[in-house]
């Protein structure tokens, strides 16, 4: 198994999530992973690019990445 980046698997998870979630757990440990071999705390996320891009749907988003080990933060 290759490497991810988290850039990578940044696009992965924004196709995911305008599928309907569709394998979304799979991408989300991937992530972790990738951001575990960079050395990063957190997965940045371009709020605009979000299929419910208002409170709701970001709070929503940061939960459940939360429960699943990863912290998001949304860029402007």
Do not use: C
Not at 39 to 50: Q, T
Request: glycine share 4%; charged share 30%.
């Amino acid at each position: 198994m290759s490497a991810d980046t988290i850039a990578a698997v940044t696009e992965d998870i924004y196709t995911s999530l305008e599928h309907d979630n569709e394998d979304i757990d799979h991408h989300i440990a991937r992530l972790k992973q990738a951001l575990a071999a960079a050395g990063a705390e957190k997965a940045r996320f371009d709020a605009s690019r979000l299929p419910q891009n208002n409170r709701a749907g970001r709070k929503t988003m940061q939960s459940y990445f939360r429960q699943r080990g990863v912290k998001v933060v949304f860029e402007a």
